[in-house]
């Protein structure tokens, strides 16, 4: 489903991501953990190309693009189509304030996908009621709590009928207890057996949903594996002692 090899990135003289190789299966949940400034959320971010990698190539489904084709003309359309295949889910919600719910999850299928007003409205009522937001769908986000501002950010990008879901961190902006409802959602999604890369410090969702853990650290993958070797017995050092720090 997803292929990566040898991802770089840098800024300036700093390298961020020093040759990144993963593939992630489809329908596999993958959770990336690792300590602030260890490359994560450059890494998800470079997968779309929100970032532009310096070295590697992606490769989503069918779709392959090289970092260092940047200057072949049918490099901007790759892009453009493999975000297509990608729903992205950020830190802080990037709803449009005069929108209301409904609108947001709409604005995808009509402005990006072509589709009529009537039929992106039935779609993004379905998904609103999806992840438990069908009584909001007039509301707009100052209307909304952190939670289920998130859970229409979901909804969005599932509006776009994405063949993997991305997720830097989706719950870092919310208050303790408003976590839960929105991993319920990711939690559903991947037991419906969504391709799913996720960015978090969550340890016990992690334990629950992934299939498979990998700890960054340093622009590295320094480790990987179930989250029972993970969690119970890592085989690296580092890992072990970032493990120790946040349980």
Known sequence: MIQVNNLKKRFGQNDVLCGIDLTVNKSEVVVIMGPSGSGKSTFLRCLTFLEEPCEGVIRLGNQEIDAKARHDRKYKKAIRDLRKS?????????LFPHKTALENVMEGPITIKGKNKAESRELALELLTKVGLSDRADH??????????????????????????????????????????????????????????????????????????????????????????????PKEERTKRFLTKVN
């Open 86 to 94: 990608t729903g992205f889910v950020f830190q802080s919600f990037n």
């Open 140 to 233: 707009y986000p100052s209307q909304l709590s952190g939670g289920q501002q998130q859970r229409v950010a979901i909804a969005r990008s599932l509006s776009m009928s994405p063949t993997v879901m991305l997720y830097d961190e989706p719950t870092s902006a919310l208050d303790p207890e408003l976590v839960r409802e929105v991993l319920l959602v990711i939690k559903d999604l991947a037991e419906e057996g969504m391709t799913m890369v996720i960015v978090t410090h969550e340890m016990n969702f992690a334990k629950e949903v992934a299939d498979r853990v990998i700890f960054m650290d340093g622009g590295l993958i320094v480790e990987q594996g179930t989250s029972e070797e993970i969690f119970n017995q």
